[in-house]
């Protein structure tokens, strides 16, 4: 039972390339999540989805995109990676009334 | 704006000591509030809170939801140094988004 994925654990970026953090689930939830967590800080919403085809912008969403063109599968886009994007990245998915499952995460350094 | 505030930020006890860690919330559509423990890697379910008054336990955790007050407390009682961990506590709304909002955890370190 793989639970949520994500791909790569690490990457090393230099400012202004871009990548894509890939998650897929593999439990059918409808809700998908990703957060981004800097040291000694909680976790801060970049973007969400409802479903597929429906996605929305979290807290903290400027440099990112999204996309859900299936129910598996949410993968997060940064254009243009900045140094202030060096963060870990986790990916999250829940059904109704149950707590969030999350991937083990992507930690990103952009230098 | 929903906000999830913790206390303390960190806190260094000794094995055997019982530990009482705050939450308190304002959320737009408040569901449930929830509790995790994150060490090196994804933060790891521990409770998860709709009612209020009600304890929820297990085994040296115990949790409780006052929904006047608007704010959780998690407890650990005989602490050990594997409980040495960033406790986090998110608010979950009712909505269909089911958006959580995390505060920014209470760090635990518990000596030998």
């Known amino acids: 039972n793989a639970g949520v994925t994500q791909t790569p654990k690490f990457r090393i970026l230099k400012i202004g390339q871009s990548m894509t953090l890939q998650c897929t689930q593999d439990?059918?939830?409808?809700?998908m999540y990703w957060y981004r967590q800097d040291p000694g800080m909680g976790l801060k919403l970049i973007y969400y989805?409802?479903?597929?085809?429906?996605?929305d912008k979290g807290e903290v969403p400027n440099g990112y995109n999204v996309s859900r063109s299936t129910t598996e599968d949410f993968p997060l886009r940064l254009e243009l990676a900045a140094p202030s994007q060096t963060s870990v990245y986790f990916c999250?998915?829940?059904?109704?009334?149950?707590?969030?499952?999350f991937g083990n995460g992507t930690r990103l350094t952009v230098t | 704006e929903d906000k999830v505030v913790q206390s303390p930020l960190s806190l260094v006890v000794h094995e055997g000591d019982t530990v009482t860690l705050n939450c308190s919330y304002e959320?737009?559509?408040?569901?449930?509030l929830l509790w995790y423990k994150q060490e090196k890697k994804a933060p790891t379910f521990l409770f998860m809170l709709?009612?209020?008054?009600i304890e929820k336990k297990s085994g040296r955790l115990s949790s409780i939801l006052d929904k006047k007050e608007l704010s959780s407390i998690l407890n650990i009682t005989a602490t050990q140094t594997g409980d040495s961990a960033i406790y986090l506590c998110?608010?979950?709304?009712?909505?269909?988004?089911?958006?959580?909002?995390f505060g920014d955890g209470t760090t635990l370190t518990v000596k030998p």
């Open positions: 999250a998915s829940l059904s109704y009334n149950s707590p969030l499952h």
């Open positions: 439990m059918n939830h409808n809700y």
């Open positions: 989805s409802v479903g597929a085809g429906i996605t």
């Open positions: 959320v737009t559509n408040f569901r449930s």
């Open positions: 709709t009612s209020s008054g």
């Open positions: 998110a608010a979950l709304r009712g909505t269909n988004a089911g958006k959580s909002t």
